[in-house]
């Protein structure tokens, strides 16, 4: 048996200890990880090739990717544009009968569209819902024995550092799933968006918007959504993390529509927080909008700790809390009134949860 180092992988293999030496068999190793070996007679060293996962996680996920294209509204926002007036997207394939998850940006206002699945069929889109707050849509095409992605349960275990694929659409409807990697760049960002997203540095140009970001399990851990566009800023793209997915898909099929949970307050966050320095500053009420936070005794001026004794301090750790809510139910706040700290009950109702924003023309949906 030979010696043998390996990276990044691990299993557990029969092996020998002789004269302070571990010895495990080549082949147990190829075997059990793949790659190649081979064994050097002049030097008496065994050389082992690891398996590259890449093209494999690409091959497989491929064909549950598909691209999107029609002729935008006019007014209409975003899209890969080309000189026949056709925009472009991408979709993920979520059910074997037809169901498609992309972003709403990629499907608003868009005309005559259709989808071209991974085999160079092309399908009518015959249902559609977009949820422009958290900017996931859902598409239904005639079809039958798709093959679904496989959408992670979780990005919660995702870490920094950790290889990631994006495949999709970019620049010209030519280039469909079109493959990039990279590596997670930043995890639960509240940048420019209404929820949590993943950074990542994986390359993502116009046309990749709601395409898939896929970890090396064939996992898709998130939908491609936007980048940061601004000259000498490179490969800062962000995507939708699978809870927010889950939590769109789930709403939808259940009740035909996300009933998200709102205060019916706008809310102004603190400097620091809108600068992203850490924080525990509270957000202030800047206005009331509904009868139910009316009914309790919440004003202009009131400023909010926390919703059931979890602190906020942004919109968006309102709207990560509330998704686990629905209108309807009561939420006790900690809050301050004149002076005084003062708990409110308040009903939840059916809306979006606002706040006084400062624009960055910087940020870009993906296609734009």
């Known amino acids: 048996m030979n010696p043998a180092v390996t ?10 200890l002789q004269d302070g030496q571990i010895y495990i068999n080549s082949k147990d190793l190829i075997k059990a990880l793949g790659g190649t070996g081979q064994y050097d007679t002049k030097t008496g060293t065994f050389i082992y090739t690891a398996k590259d996962e890449i093209p494999e996680v690409v091959e497989a996920v491929s064909p549950s990717v598909v691209g999107i294209i029609g002729r935008p509204d006019a007014g209409a926002e975003g899209g ?34 259709v989808v071209v699945t991974s085999d160079g069929k092309t399908y009518k889109i015959t249902d559609s819902y977009s949820d422009p707050t958290s900017d996931i849509a859902l598409i239904k095409i005639n079809a039958k024995s798709l093959k679904p992605a496989k959408l992670a349960s979780s990005s919660s275990n995702m870490r920094v550092g950790e290889t990631v694929i994006a495949i999709g659409t970019p620049v010209s409807f030519s280039l469909r799933n079109s493959a990039t990697v990279g590596v997670v760049s930043g995890l639960n960002r509240g940048v420019n968006a209404s929820y949590r997203l993943i950074q990542s540095d994986t390359a993502i140009n116009p046309g990749n918007s709601g395409g898939p970001l896929v970890n090396l399990e064939g996992e898709v851990i998130g939908i491609n959504t936007m980048k940061y566009a601004a000259v000498g800023v490179e490969n800062t793209g962000f995507s939708i993390p699978a809870e927010t997915v889950h939590y769109v898909i789930n709403h939808y099929f259940k009740y035909g529509e996300v009933k998200r949970a709102s205060l019916g307050l706008t809310l102004e966050e603190s400097w620091s927080a809108i600068v992203g320095l850490p924080t525990d500053d509270p957000l202030t009420v800047m206005s009331v909008h509904t009868n139910e936070a009316d009914k309790a005794k919440i004003q202009e001026g009131d400023v909010l700790y926390s919703i059931d004794g979890v602190r906020v301090t942004s919109v968006v750790d309102i709207n990560e809390l509330l998704k686990k809510y629905l209108p309807g139910q009561k939420v006790k706040l900690l809050m301050q009134s004149d002076g005084d700290i003062v708990t409110r009950y308040l009903v939840l109702t059916q809306g979006e949860n606002s706040v006084v924003s400062v624009e960055d023309e910087a940020w870009d949906e993906v296609e734009q």
């Open 80 to 113: 890969s544009s080309d000189r026949y007036n056709l925009t472009h997207g991408t979709g993920v394939i979520i059910k074997s009968n037809g169901w498609i998850v992309t972003n709403a940006h990629v499907i608003d206002g868009l005309s005559n569209a």
């Open 7 to 16: 990276e990044g992988a691990s299993v557990k293999l029969n092996a020998q």
